[in-house]
């Protein structure tokens, strides 16, 4: 019997995406549950299932499309069997889909790969290690790319994640282990998808992406912006446009909460977490909108009210090679800084996978952006509406400062905070700095009443 398998829900408020892969072609039998297509929204790549078993006859889209929820995706024959314990055919290496304004190029030849160096032989993975559905790698369509740009093949990658997927830090560390060079027809003519990798400074340089033209001055490249940066461009236009910003700047000594830090880090690394200042400032800034309700807040103008949030969802911002996320970490006032520490490694590599969910990135209240690990000395953020509040935070230094008459040195921490001057006023945000700064200046007060 022949059946339709239709685009699903994507979850809140999405109705459409873009085909990123097809995982199953036609002739193959497939299972119930099996993922049979990768959907790019926004700001995630999902892998859709197929609710039932069968063998497929027909697949309606390609990789590309732009497909709607509730659109035939393609047509399955259930009486063809693909019960629990069908197994789906072996399937064609995955299609990534071109980036927008794409000039033509040369499939790469398979060979094309430098020989790993003597002195330093290629790592190979366990045979359990990066386990293959009907004999394909697991792996998303900008780490498939990165692979090709780096003349890597997944098959030779190994692995240490669970469900057998390479991540694209898996397939830099075994390019710069092996000596693998790009190919030449990828270096010279490759146009990167939408969510490339980063190339680390030691390969190549990376392949430029569209078409090459003439302006009036020279040389240029119109490259289409991905999903992800789309949405971010607009909306941080919208945020811009539609809240009038004030940003205030403070500094905290961190000197004792470093101390701290230092001392209980070891013990939640050997239990596969990491305790930074990051995770201080959860609960910190937590604790302040509890104090502070103003700050944990939306603006709703069509009905004049001010909806104040009686849960805390922390949003943490995430640097991806797909451009910046910002998974939600939920009930913080709720959680340890053990378990705080455990929870948010995890959902950052996530980010950096690809694998968020919508839902994973919903409902956040506040907003925190550290930049510290990169460097600078202060900067504005721009609210993450329909927050009111977002703090930024650069790196430390230890700075020359007077207490009791004398100069001594201390590891002082820049904040900077933007807020909704609609709801907020410069006073409002003066006194819940001070609070924050001085919460973090003393860690053991902070930890007895957490």
Known sequence: MATEFKLPELGEG????????LLASVGDTVAADTSIIEIETDKAVAE??????????????????????????????????????AKPAAKAEKKEAPAKKE?????????????????????????SAKPAVGGRVLASPSVRKLARNLG??????????????????????????SGATPPASESASAAPAATTAPVPVTSAAPAVA?????DRWGKIVRDGMSGVRKKTAAHMTHCWTTIPH?????????????????QYAPAIKAEGGSL?????LMKVITEALRR?????????????????????????????????????????????????????PGIAKKARDRKLTLEDMSGTTFTISNLGGLGGTGFTPIINSPEVAILGVSRSAVEGVFQNGQLVPRTMLPLSLSYDHRLIDGADAARFMRWVAEALENPWKLILES
């Not at 103008?301 to 640097?319: M, P, S």
Request: hydrophobic share 40%.
């Open 14 to 21: 999405v109705t459409s995406g873009t085909v990123a892969t």
């Open 48 to 85: 859709i299932p197929i609710p039932f078993g069968g063998k497929i006859t027909e697949i309606r889209v390609k990789v590309g499309d732009a497909v709607s929820v509730g659109q035939v995706i393609l047509v399955a024959d259930e009486s063809a069997g693909g019960g629990e314990s």
């Open 103 to 127: 000039a033509p190029k040369p499939a790469p030849a398979p060979a094309a790969k430098a020989a790993p160096a003597p002195a330093k032989p290629a790592p190979k993975a366990a045979p």
């Open 152 to 177: 890597v093949q997944l098959t030779d990658v190994p692995t240490s994640d669970p469900s057998g997927r390479v991540t694209a830090q898996d397939v830099e560390a075994y390019a710069s282990s």
């Open 210 to 214: 569209g078409a090459m033209e003439d």
């Open 246 to 262: 004030v940003t205030h700047f403070e500094k905290a000594d961190i000197t004792a909460l470093e101390q701290v830090r230092k």
């Open 276 to 280: 930074t200042v990051t995770i201080f």
């Open 292 to 344: 502070f309700p103003k700050f944990n807040a939306s603006i709703d103008l069509e009905n004049e009210q001010v909806i104040l949030k009686q849960y805390y969802n922390i949003g943490v911002a995430v640097d991806t090679p797909a451009g910046l996320l910002v998974p939600a970490i939920r009930d913080v006032d709720k959680k340890s800084l053990q378990e705080l520490a455990l929870e948010l």
